[in-house]
T-cell receptor, first 114, second 115 residues
Framework: DPKIIQKPKYLVAVTGSEKILICEQYLGHNAMYWYRQSAKKPLEFMFSYSYQKLMDNQTASSRFQPQSSKKNHLDLQITALKPDDSATYFC?????????????FGPGTRLTVL | TQTVSQSDAHVTVFEGDSVELRCNYSYGGSIYLSWYIQHHGHGLQFLLKYYSGNPVVQGVNGFEAEFSKSDSSFHLRKASVHWSDSAVYFCAVRESGGSNAKLTFGKGTKLSVKS
């Protein structure tokens, strides 16, 4: 059974629209993250949450908003989508006692903005 | 500027060969170093990490990595590769201390194993 679920696997959106990327982890971890990977940039950290609280935000744009409704959920809402937002978005999680360096990644959501 | 550098974008070897994938870093303080593997179309999988102690760390599937403070390096090695090792390998750094859990990744090295 998959331990980190990301939905949907593929997503196509039009410029200016809004989408929510879903992430659920069943590893019992208390820290969750979002990363972005595109052809233009290497794997890039976006956010980290611990116990449902924001720890670090490296995303300059307020169009990207993480949402944590449950301790094992960290969804990513993206508003006013742009073609440059096209990328694969990975959710990840870890335990605090691994000092966050051992992170488990989901399969990703591939977003294409037309 | 703090950086993680993987100098080889693509490495090709034959099955049974040994391989070394290079990672160099530039960080001022204490750090955690790790390696991840990404098979095509999948998410990243953790291979191994280093923080202190024995500079040679063992990971899954026969991989090991060696830390060198003098060279600012953390190279990944495998003595005998299998075709299933074909993937992209990422070196990552996390600064120790505090609540900052951000991993900074290198650009990745694509390993192709020919049979």
């Amino acid at each position: 059974d998959p331990k980190i679920i990301q939905k949907p696997k593929y997503l196509v959106a039009v410029t200016g629209s809004e989408k929510i990327l879903i992430c659920e982890q069943y590893l019992g971890h208390n820290a969750m993250y979002w990363y972005r990977q595109s052809a233009k940039k290497p794997l890039e950290f976006m956010f980290s949450y611990s116990y449902q609280k924001l720890m670090d935000n490296q995303t300059a744009s307020s169009r990207f908003q993480p949402q944590s409704s449950k301790k094992n959920h960290l969804d990513l809402q993206i508003t006013a989508l742009k073609p440059d937002d096209s990328a694969t978005y990975f959710c990840a999680s870890s335990r605090r006692d691994s000092n966050y360096a051992e992170q488990f990644f989901g399969p990703g959501t591939r977003l294409t903005v037309l | 500027t703090q950086t993680v550098s993987q100098s080889d974008a693509h490495v090709t070897v034959f099955e049974g060969d040994s391989v070394e994938l290079r990672c160099n870093y530039s960080y001022g303080g204490s750090i955690y170093l790790s390696w991840y593997i990404q098979h095509h179309g999948h998410g990243l999988q953790f291979l191994l990490k280093y923080y202190s102690g024995n500079p040679v760390v063992q990971g899954v599937n026969g991989f090991e990595a060696e830390f060198s403070k003098s060279d600012s390096s953390f190279h990944l090695r495998k003595a005998s590769v299998h075709w299933s090792d074909s993937a992209v390998y990422f070196c990552a750094v996390r600064e120790s201390g505090g609540s900052n859990a951000k991993l900074t990744f290198g650009k990745g090295t694509k390993l192709s194993v020919k049979s």
